[in-house]
């Protein structure tokens, strides 16, 4: 059949362009043996080597990657546990601040309630000193116009300062006991 063609074409007829010439289909599968041997020996085993670095790389970049968001979770988690333990140690300092003020508050008062009580004593001693001194000035005084009043009653002169005392004394006494002038 092909000698059939190729007479064909020798003799002028027309070649049909859906059947192939077998030297074509020969040169073809000449070329396409030597073709896929080159590639095959030369260009493929640089495609895998370069497919292998890049998975290499790849994998490898996974692995840094995964490494690297496993230390950043750890970090997280222990930033986040430093975080609770000092908010946990600011809420105990809180507490322990509330503590010692409402102690100081509670000192405080004590003090001002003690030093209170000493105002008021020593008020009370002052007072009893001042009232002490005006009973004394007050009998002494006493003691002088009774003994001048005495001496205009009696009609003599009470200048002799035992007879004032006795005087001054027993008029006192009658008067602290409610009964003047009685004997």
Excluded: C
């Excluded at 059947?19 to 074509?24: K, M």
């Excluded at 105990?92 to 509670?106: C, M, P, T």
């Excluded at 002494?140 to 009653?153: C, H, K, P, S, Y």
């Excluded at 009609?155 to 004997?183: I, K």
Aim: aromatic fraction near 4%.
């Amino acid at each position: 059949m092909s000698t059939h063609l190729f007479l064909a074409a020798a003799e002028g007829e027309e070649h049909n362009p859906l059947i192939p010439l077998w030297e074509e289909v020969a040169i073809s599968l000449v070329v396409f043996g030597i073709l896929f041997f080159a590639i095959k020996k030369f260009v493929a085993p640089k495609f895998e080597a370069t497919f292998a670095e890049r998975t290499k790389a790849i994998e490898g970049g996974i692995a840094a990657a995964e490494s690297k968001q496993a230390e950043a979770d750890a970090k997280l988690a222990e930033l986040e546990q430093q975080l609770a333990d000092a908010r946990h140690e600011a809420a105990r300092i809180r507490e322990e601040a509330r503590e010692q003020g409402a102690q100081i508050v509670a000192e405080l008062r004590e003090q001002a309630q003690a030093e209170a009580t000493r105002i008021v004593d020593h008020g009370k001693t002052q007072i009893e000193a001042e009232r002490q001194q005006a009973v004394t000035s007050l009998r002494a005084e006493v003691g002088t116009l009774a003994t001048t009043l005495a001496g205009r009653i009696v009609g003599e002169s009470l200048d002799d300062d035992e007879r004032q005392s006795r005087v001054v004394e027993r008029f006192l006494a009658d008067l602290e006991a409610g009964t003047p002038g009685v004997n």
